[in-house]
């Protein structure tokens, strides 16, 4: 993806108020991020660990999402698998909440979707990130089908927070 500002990600933030958008932690190394490895940009709020954030472009507009994880995993032993980027971890996928966009949002309406604890599933997709043995599957499909997948599974998530 294209690279954003600060300012760019604040404002493309469809589930919190401006205020919200505002205070948020959005990180300072924008800079140095991978942005051309990026499917989306996903962060964790380093003073609030259940606090995530991501962000992407769709149809060249960025949108971002807060989400709130759930406890990490469900055990240290038991595999989970990213419902993003179908990498399966050990302990390494939480359930992460979105509140849904507008009024749907404000009843308390939300979307869930397990998704890789460190939000970096562009890396893993790439190989540029390791998840340990097994924890991509063997698959006969390239890499710009797996990434083309990711894309899917994450457009699929940010249109149902924002009730499309
Ligand atoms: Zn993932």
């Not at 807060?66 to 595999?79: M, P, V």
């Not at 698959?139 to 797996?146: A, R, V």
């Amino acid at each position: 993806m294209e690279s954003l500002t600060e300012q760019e990600i604040r404002a493309a933030f469809v589930n919190c108020t401006k205020g919200e958008a505002k205070r948020l932690a959005v990180p300072r190394d924008l800079a140095e991020r991978p942005w051309e490895d990026l499917d989306y940009l996903g962060w964790r709020d380093p003073q609030a660990p259940d606090r995530a954030y991501l962000v992407t472009v769709l149809d060249g507009r960025p949108r971002a999402v807060q989400l709130r994880a759930g406890a990490r995993g469900f055990s240290q032993t038991r595999k989970s698998m990213c419902s993003m980027c179908l990498t399966t971890h050990s302990g390494g996928v939480s359930l992460m909440v979105a509140p849904k966009a507008g009024k749907a949002g404000q009843q308390g309406n939300s979307v869930g979707a397990y998704i890789c604890d460190d939000l970096a599933c562009s890396l893993y997709v790439r190989g540029k990130r390791d998840a340990g043995a097994g924890a991509r599957l063997h698959e006969t499909l390239t890499l710009e089908e797996k990434v083309q997948r990711t894309v899917t599974n994450l457009t699929a998530f940010v249109a149902k927070v924002l009730g499309s």
